[in-house]
């Protein structure tokens, strides 16, 4: 599949929101490429559509409504984003088939660094024995994806105990530092991530 990644950097989510959008609207006009943004957000937590805002405990950040799928969730440095901004139906894929390689992608990440992950029978994400190391929270419009996935690599974890992550009770998040205890290259988690997603979204 022929598809652009753009890397953002350390990026607003309105912006990044906006750069979503635009690219959603020139793959439903045939008029844009797909494309994977990868990158780092400001401190910020997300409440997806039907998410609970009982479950944001304490606000000491940003806080956005957005149309996604799944509960709240914390974005921050150290922790890297995708949004794959995808033509589901030119790929031959359903929604449930995108999440599960979107899980799979995950998975093989870690496992380039010898952290072995899995899924859990009937929720989202990814997780490390019962820690959850990575979030998906996506939207399909027009069959056209939006949102993504998120995975804590050097992430400041204490911003989780302001809410019930993913709506969740007591759920340990973890990342990849501390699995792995110490800090890892952001840019090379980068590099694996679009090598298996070129292998993955073929």
């Excluded at 995108?98 to 029978?121: C, F, G, M």
């Excluded at 050097?154 to 800090?183: H, P, R, W």
Aim: proline content about 1%; charged content about 20%.
């Amino acid at each position: 599949m022929d598809f652009l990644v753009k890397d953002l950097g350390l990026c607003d989510y309105n912006k990044a929101l906006l750069n979503q959008n635009n690219t959603k609207t020139d793959l439903v006009n045939n008029s844009g490429k797909d494309t994977l943004f990868l990158l780092e957000h400001n401190h910020t937590y997300t409440l997806g559509k039907n998410a609970n805002p009982n479950n944001v405990l304490s606000q000491n950040c940003e806080l956005f409504q957005t149309d996604r799928g799944g509960d709240v969730t914390y974005h921050g440095p150290g922790q890297l984003v995708g949004y794959p901004i995808i033509h589901l139906k030119k790929m031959g894929l359903g929604i449930k088939s995108y999440v599960s390689k979107i899980e799979i992608l995950l998975i093989r990440i870690l496992n380039d660094y010898n952290i072995v992950a899995s899924t859990k029978e009937g929720l989202t994400g990814v997780w490390v024995d019962d820690r959850k190391i990575a979030s998906i929270g996506i939207r399909v419009s027009q069959w056209v994806t939006t949102h993504g996935f998120s995975l804590n690599v050097n992430t400041d974890m204490s911003y989780f105990s302001n809410i019930i992550s993913c709506g969740i009770d007591n759920v340990a998040m973890t990342s990849m530092e501390q699995e792995l205890e110490g800090k890892i290259s952001m840019d090379d988690v980068k590099e694996s991530t679009i090598v298996h997603f070129n292998q993955l979204f073929k």
